[in-house]
């Protein structure tokens, strides 16, 4: 029974902060959620949105 219970509670789960990394051959810039890979390092973040971008009144933090 007290499994049922736990089952019916709503589930509050957010969707994954985005970061922009920068590519360690170029200098490139990219935004993902998750690392690219070997090569890259996470240089801002986290954001909310898929362009990285600041958006007026709001944070992840």
């Not at 957010?14 to 690392?35: M, N």
């Amino acid at each position: 029974m007290a499994l049922l219970a736990l089952l019916a509670l709503p589930c509050a789960a957010a969707p994954a902060p985005w970061y922009q990394w920068r590519s360690l051959a170029d200098g490139a810039l990219f935004c993902a959620q998750f690392s690219p890979g070997a090569g890259w390092e996470r240089v801002a973040g986290p954001f909310d949105n898929a362009r990285c971008a600041e958006q007026p009144g709001r944070s992840l933090l």
